[in-house]
C-alpha cells in the first residue's frame, strides 16, 4: 500500500482544513487508517483512527470535538477534517495503514510522506 497525504496548507486560528489520503492498492478496505503528527520538536503522536468498516472511529482525547476522521473505500481515500484549528496543532500530519486500530506508530505498517499543517495566531 501506498499513500499520499494532501490537503495541508497554513490557516489562521479558528480555521478548518480538510486533510485527504489517497492509498494505492487493492486492499485498502481491508486496513485499519490513521492519522499522526508531530510538531517541530516534538515526538509523532497519534490523532485519530478508523476501522475498515467505517464503524469505529478513534481519537486523541484533546481533539475529540474538532476533528473528524471519514473514509471512502470506494475512492481508496482517508479524510481528516480539522475544524476550529489551533496554533498548538500546527505539525506534520501523516496517514498511516496498519492490520488493526491502535494509537501507537508501531500499529502501522504504512506511512503517507506527510503533509504539513500551519495554524496561524
Known amino acids: 500500500v501506498q499513500l499520499q497525504a494532501s490537503g495541508g496548507g497554513l490557516v489562521q486560528a479558528g480555521g478548518s482544513l480538510r486533510l485527504s489520503c489517497a492509498a494505492s492498492g487493492r486492499t485498502f478496505s481491508t486496513y485499519v487508517m490513521g492519522w499522526f503528527r508531530q510538531a517541530p520538536g516534538k515526538e509523532r503522536e497519534f490523532v485519530s483512527a478508523i476501522s475498515w468498516s467505517d464503524t469505529s472511529t478513534y481519537y486523541a482525547d484533546s481533539l475529540k470535538g474538532r476533528f473528524t476522521i471519514s473514509r471512502d473505500n470506494t475512492k481508496n481515500t482517508v479524510y481528516l477534517q480539522m475544524n476550529n484549528l489551533r496554533p498548538e496543532d500546527t505539525a506534520v500530519y501523516y496517514c498511516?495503514?496498519?492490520?488493526?486500530?491502535?494509537?501507537?506508530?508501531?500499529?502501522?505498517?504504512?506511512w503517507g510522506q506527510g503533509t504539513l499543517v500551519t495554524v496561524s495566531s
Open positions: 498511516a495503514a496498519g492490520p488493526r486500530s491502535g494509537i501507537y506508530a508501531n500499529d502501522y505498517r504504512y
